[in-house]
């Protein structure tokens, strides 16, 4: 009886979709919208997340850095905890410290600045700029397309950049960069190398990598910020674990310090777990964001399909009343309209999932992804869908079922 039930509830939905075609469009318009944005959402965090994995695994997991300070919340500058302000900035002292230890296979001194870089009158916007050595992208990952990178003669502060390639087509065009000069903050430096930075779609506007400069030349010709600006980037031997080299690391520090034992840490040390828990928290706050906009979408749907359920019952008191007069228990009449509810729903699911797969390829053609729509969010939909029907139908399927037989049949 039941599935006798599923098939007549399924095949009365889809009759009521014929009969009134604008009707039912609106009730599952919701539902399509609703459905169609989790899973572009969720086309955009998965291949967030695939980037940022892709991007940590170029320099391999022993990579890690070495900070004045790191929190997986944003921290006011102005507004520091005490045993924060009073740590000491990081010297090159303290790389070396780490460069003696056995198990560290590079460690040294690296610096953030933004400025603009001009030539021939051209300007770029506001910049990262990276004061670093050779090593660069061994840490960070990229290419180099043209040219090199530093010289060991030229890491004591010769006015020599890398530029990134999208800096260099906007400021060269069809010119040959490599030889030429630029300027930025106030210095000239000579182009010896085009590279090409790996796609990170967490770089806000304005902060992209333009180009990197020898470590000694950036902190000669720029202005920085020692207590974020500053940190020392290290990697351990492909052998070694990486919980060990920070052990390691902390140990070295703590001596070079000169800290008791008790003291705490004046330092942190982030690996590249810390730095993907924090994405990933990140991400997971904004999938929540705009899960909970797109249950906005999902819940108009399911009050729709609540409201034509209504109508759909009113319309067929007389029906209903046969049933009932010919046998029909109260639980068949239930189940027949929440199958027909859920019908309607899962129809503007599977629409939904239609539509947010073509918004997932739009996405990841558009945003450079790797990824495209995660299949959980597709099964995802589905069930919610089919969910929303079933408890949205409850009302007006209860308000069937209870019908008195004798009271329907008399319904005009």
């Known amino acids: 009886m039941v599935l006798r039930n599923v098939d007549e509830g399924i095949g009365i939905a889809i009759g009521a979709l014929h009969t009134n075609k604008l009707r039912s469009a609106l009730t599952i318009l ?24 892709n991007a940590m695994n170029t320099a391999g997991p022993t990579a890690f850095y070495v900070v004045r300070y790191f929190s997986q919340t944003p921290l006011n500058p102005d507004n520091l905890p005490y045993e924060v ?28 600045v ?10 770029t916007q506001t910049l990262t700029i990276y004061g670093a050595d050779q090593h660069y992208m061994d840490i960070l990952g990229g290419t180099l397309l043209t040219g090199r990178f530093f010289s060991p003669g030229e890491l004591d502060g010769d006015p020599v950049i890398v530029l990134e390639e999208e800096t260099a087509d906007h400021l060269f065009g069809r010119i040959e960069p490599l030889g030429k000069t630029v300027r930025s903050g106030g210095a ?10 790996p796609q990170n779609i967490f770089e806000p506007p304005g902060q992209q990598i333009g180009a990197i400069v020898p470590f000694e030349a950036a902190k000669r010709n720029f202005r920085y910020d020692e207590t974020n600006g500053l940190f020392i980037s290290a990697k351990a ?32 040390v982030i690996t590249q777990d810390q730095i993907l828990d924090t994405i990933e928290n990140l991400t997971t706050a904004f999938f929540g964001v705009m899960v909970a906009l797109s249950s906005v979408a999902l819940l108009v749907g399911g009050i729709g399909v609540m409201a034509i359920m209504m109508v759909s019952v009113t319309d067929r008191t007389r ?27 899962l129809v503007g699911g599977l629409l939904g999932i239609a539509v947010g797969l073509g918004l997932g390829q739009i ?6 992804l790797t990824s495209g729509v995660p299949m959980w969010s597709a099964l995802l939909a589905t069930v919610v869908s089919i969910l929303i029907g079933l408890v949205f139908g409850l009302l007006p399927a209860n308000r069937a079922a209870r019908m008195d037989p004798v009271e329907a049949l008399r319904h005009e």
Do not use: C, H
């Open 30 to 53: 919701g539902v399509v919208i609703g459905v169609a944005t989790v899973m572009a959402m969720a086309s955009i965090v998965d291949g967030i997340r695939s980037q940022i994995f």
């Open 85 to 112: 302000r009073i740590r000491p900035v990081l010297r090159e002292e303290d790389a070396e410290a780490m460069r003696r230890i056995p198990d560290i296979q590079y460690a040294g001194m690296w610096v953030q």
């Open 114 to 123: 933004f400025q603009r870089i001009e030539y021939a009158g051209t300007r």
């Open 188 to 197: 000239v430096f000579r182009v010896i190398g085009i590279y090409q930075r």
């Open 237 to 268: 031997w492909p052998r070694i674990s990486v919980s060990r080299a920070k052990d390691l690391t902390i140990a070295a520090l703590r001596r070079e310090r000169k800290l008791r034992p008790g003291m705490p840490n004046t330092f942190d």
């Open 319 to 345: 029906e209903i009343g046969l049933r009932k007069a010919l046998g029909a228990t109260r639980q068949e009449i239930l189940w027949q309209f929440l199958v027909e509810a859920a019908t309607l729903t």
């Open 363 to 368: 996405l990841k053609q558009v945003l450079d």
